[in-house]
DNA sequence: CACGTTTAGTGAAACGTTTCGATAAACGAT
DNA sequence: ATCGTTTATCGAAACGTTTCACTAAACGTG
């Protein structure tokens, strides 16, 4: 492998001047530092990432930590969103997930990260973040100089999605909650029986999911084996809400006539299986950026504070 | 920051002592081992991954070039592939993009790659594999002692898909191909022509695409400006056939009745849209999982040989 | 007990950069 | 001609590991 020694042997310079010179400083004249760049390139130097980043304490990468598991389709947009605002830096990105890279924080591989993945425990990440770590997390809330927060407006989302059931003379509601180690599933679930518990004569009931579509069929099948009269179910997440579909798909309820369904996200796939799914929108691509920019801000030590996410009501053929 | 060096001090040993009692070497006693652990422990010690890999020239990551763009939902049960084969290693995964990261490889922030995105020349990977980088690639040919190959039968799918638009008694043919850089789409659309070429009496035509949702919608304008009659289309994938239905959804032309439309790929919506669309299927977990045993094979110098991934025919509602 | 051998630990170099402080030459001003 | 100042370059230390070559003590053997 060619090093900066190559080079300063070749050009009859010392190291010091080729480091110089390969980053530009003005200490070195024009002319030797074209020499130098190119006898760089003459060799096919690159410089070693490992070398520089142990001396510089900096890697130049963030990480995005997103994938407990790699399915479902939920990550695009929100990955476009990073990655445009990362465009515009020198820094670059890579996705990793909480399932096995839990050293990439700790060990600096990166310089920080944006974290989305309840493979991290809240404890774990305040350690990092004493450890030097710059956090932006989506997912759970947290108190940290080191730790910036993007969350949704769950809260909100909730309450839009029962509303619009009530609204739609709906009184048999269900929901299908998420994973207990979920912030986004607590916070929906807690919103939705605060909002419940205003209003008399209705039947409430929750299915305990865990945000997989296996799950949400699975919650079909219960509510298929206790069907008296139509029922309104809101699915935690919109992945539920399409096992759902999957699993009623083999009955012959009608989804939008026996089941009314609201999810919550707005997946591609919600505008695409029939009948549409209702759900709860908001801007992954602008909750990416958010989160990236306020990223950027921690590492360079600039003042930042937390932000929601606004979210808005999708009303579609599935409730009826 | 704490090193090993912090350790050695509080522990009254030398430095080298710690790494290898760190490391778990033999020469090193159980007693000061477990002593030496300890301390560690107690002063949260982590290693400095940029040191390590400085020194030993290995990282223990393998990168996955994936998302020139990181729209689409093509990737999930590849990245799932990789991830499962490399669980039972101490190889980490990242996910990374061609449109930026260029630098990993060549600057060793990666110990190998799979490789597939046209956001890589073959020239520059093969300058990579040059300066030692290990590559498994998916959607080109090169021939390298430091590449491997793992690819799709796209020859065969796109046989088998024009076959069977044949045998349904289609002879109005269209084909929406890919970008031209693409090796897929180019197989593809080589294995079409071939195989269009074996038959008389038929009506073919090209309509150029780029694999992009939005290239499908602009192909059905151009189809429903031509209409005629009922004609077939071949998307030389499943993305564009979506941007085709969702063109032809605010037109009264009907799929699997007016336009008759097969994709490739088999991505988890072409089983929810409606009517359910006709495609070419693979495994891509086990694209995945193949392409990731033969990178471990290449970076620990044990032979390899390149490989292909069979498909298959999924027949559904969009052509009748 | 004297010998070679094993064991447990040490010291120092090396990996490839960056960067501080030093130095010598060139320059401008008096 | 002399003095300070700027400019271009250099030397060496440092970042945190790993690992080779070495040593001294302990051990087993005849």
Redesign the interface.
């Known amino acids: ?1 060619v090093s900066i020694k190559d080079i300063a042997k070749k050009a009859g310079v010392s190291i010091s001047t080729v480091s110089y010179a390969l980053n530009g400083s003005s200490k070195i004249t024009e002319a030797t530092t074209a020499r130098i760049r190119e006898i760089a390139k003459e060799l ?1 130097y ?6 520089r ?2 001396k510089k304490r900096e ?1 130049k ?1 963030i ?1 995005a930590f997103l ?1 407990s ?5 939920f ?3 929100l ?2 969103g990073i ?1 445009d605002t ?2 515009s830096t020198d820094y ?6 909480g ?3 839990h ?2 924080l ?4 990166i310089d920080g990260a944006i974290v989305l993945d309840w493979g991290f425990s809240d404890e774990e990440l305040i ?1 990092y973040a004493d ?2 770590s710059k956090l932006v997390v989506l997912d759970r809330e947290l108190e940290h100089p080191n730790i910036n927060r993007v969350i949704l407006d769950n809260t909100t989302g909730s309450a839009l999605s029962i509303n619009y059931l009530l609204e739609k003379g709906h009184r048999k509601l269900y929901v299908v909650t998420g994973p207990d180690i979920s912030y986004d599933a607590n916070q929906r679930l807690q919103a939705v029986r605060k909002a419940v518990k205003q209003y008399d004569h209705i039947h409430y009931q929750e299915i305990k999911g865990d945000f997989s579509k296996l799950s949400g069929a699975r919650a079909a099948d219960q509510i298929v084996q206790e069907y008296k009269e139509p029922v309104a179910v809101f699915c935690l997440n919109d992945e539920m809400a ?1 096992g759902m ?1 999957d699993y009623l798909s083999t009955t012959t309820y009608q989804i939008g006539k026996h089941v009314h369904i609201i999810g919550f996200d707005n997946i ?2 919600s505008q ?3 009948p549409n799914l209702a759900t709860i929108d908001y801007s992954k691509h602008k909750w990416g950026a958010l989160a990236t920019v306020n990223l950027l801000k921690l590492i360079s030590n600039e003042p930042v504070v937390n932000e929601t996410i606004d979210v808005s009501l999708i009303k579609r053929g599935s409730v009826q």
Not at 69 to 73: L, R
């Open positions: 492998m096919n690159v410089p070693n990432a490992a070398a980043s142990l890697t990468i990480g994938m598991d790699y399915s479902g389709n990550f695009g947009p990955l476009q990655n990362l465009n670059e990105l890579i996705v990793c997930s399932i096995k890279s050293r990439f700790p060990e600096q591989v350690k450890l030097g399409i579909y591609e796939m695409y299986i029939m």
